[in-house]
C-alpha cells in the first residue's frame, strides 16, 4: 500500500476494505465477496483510490454508479463491471440487494489460467471499461459460473485454486463472447492511451521472451521508449500520469510476479531463476527480491511450495 498525492494505492483488496473500516479477508492472490455482506449499512460512497489488481463487480440488484479516471458510470441491476490495475477508482451503492465483488492478480491469472492471458483476452488491459448490461439470460449463465466460483472460495478443497482458475477462464470466456469478441486495443482511446497499451504489450511480450529463454535481458523505461519511438522522459511522464506508477515500478512488480511464478513452479534453482529474469548476478537479484517482498528467494520459495 502506498500514496501518491493523498491517493491510496492497494496490492489487495483486503487492504482497501481495512482502511474503508469494512471487515473481510481475501486469499493470497483472488478474493470473492458479496457486496451484502461487505456493504451493511446503504448509501455508501468510497473515497478515491487505486490498485493493483483485477476486479469484476457482478450487480443483480442494486443502483450506484463508480469512477474510472475522469469518468464516471451509473449502473442499475443485471450489471457487470471490470476494473484492472493503475487507474483512479471510486464506487457508490445507492440501493443494493444483491451482488459480489470478485478480485484476482495477474500472478493467479498467469499461474492458474495461461500464462499468455492477456493475448487471449486484450481487454484485461482496456484503458476504460464501461459496465455491461447483459439480458436477463445472459446474465443469468453469469451468475450460475460466479456463484460456482464463491462456492468454491469458501471452501477448503486442496485444490480449490485450480479449480478456481478453470471456472475463471470460462467466465472469461464467456464475458469475452458476450461482449468483447471483436475488441482491439490499440483502436481505442486517445495517443496517450494506445501509449499505455503499447507499453503493457511490449512488457507482456518481453516477459514471454524470458520464460521461452529468447531473451535474458532487463529492459529499462528507455528501451521500452525506443520501442514505441519516444523520448524517454515523455514516455515516463505519459506512463506515470495515466497510471499512477512509473514505467520503472511497472517493470520491478512484473519481474516479482514472473519471479515469484518460477520459484513457486518451477525446479530450478535461484541462480537459474535469477538468470531467467535478467539478473547477471544473483546476489543483485536476491536483494531486489527481498527489497521488493520483504522475503528472500529462498525463504519465499520454502514458505509458497504446492
Known amino acids: 500500500m502506498a500514496k501518491t498525492k493523498n491517493i491510496t494505492f492497494y496490492n489487495r483488496v483486503v487492504d482497501l476494505y481495512t482502511d474503508l473500516g469494512i471487515s473481510m479477508t481475501q486469499e493470497e492472490q483472488i478474493s470473492m465477496d458479496s457486496l451484502l455482506d461487505l456493504h451493511q449499512n446503504l448509501p455508501y460512497k468510497s473515497p478515491v483510490f487505486k490498485t493493483n489488481y483485477y476486479s469484476f463487480i457482478f450487480v443483480k440488484d442494486g443502483k450506484g454508479n463508480y469512477t474510472n479516471d475522469e469518468k464516471i458510470f ?130 507482456e511480450a518481453h516477459y514471454r521472451n524470458l520464460l521461452n529463454n529468447k531473451d535474458s535481458r532487463i529492459l529499462r523505461p528507455k528501451d521500452y521508449a525506443d520501442l514505441q519511438n519516444l523520448v524517454p522522459s515523455y514516455f515516463s511522464q505519459v506512463i506515470k500520469t495515466k497510471t499512477g506508477r512509473t514505467p520503472s515500478k511497472w517493470i520491478a512488480q512484473k519481474t516479482i510476479s514472473f519471479a515469484k511464478s518460477l520459484l513457486r513452479y518451477n525446479s530450478k534453482s535461484v541462480k537459474e531463476i535469477a538468470f531467467q529474469c535478467g539478473f547477471t548476478e544473483v546476489s543483485h537479484f536476491s536483494s531486489f527480491f527481498k527489497k521488493e517482498t520483504g522475503k528472500s528467494p529462498t525463504t519465499y520459495r520454502k514458505s509458497n511450495k504446492n
Not at 499461474?111 to 471499461?129: C, G, M, Q, R
Open 74 to 203: 451509473d449502473y442499475e441491476g443485471c450489471t457487470i463491471y471490470f476494473t484492472n490495475p493503475g487507474h483512479i477508482k471510486a464506487f457508490e451503492f445507492f440501493e443494493l440487494e444483491e451482488g459480489y465483488l470478485l478480485t484476482f492478480s495477474e500472478e493467479f491469472l498467469k499461474t492458474y489460467l495461461n500464462s499468455k492471458i492477456f493475448e487471449e483476452f486484450p481487454f484485461l488491459l482496456s484503458e476504460t471499461v464501461p459496465p455491461q448490461h447483459p439480458k436477463p439470460g445472459e446474465f443469468r449463465e453469469i451468475e450460475n459460473i460466479y456463484l460456482q466460483i464463491y462456492k468454491e472460495h469458501k471452501g477448503d478443497s486442496f485444490y480449490k485454486n485450480k479449480v478456481i482458475g478453470s471456472l475463471l477462464m470460462i467466465l472469461l470466456l464467456r464475458i469475452k463472447a458476450l461482449f468483447w469478441n471483436d475488441y482491439e486495443p490499440l483502436k481505442e482511446g486517445s495517443q496517450r492511451s494506445k501509449i499505455v497499451k503499447r507499453f503493457k504489450e511490449d512488457l
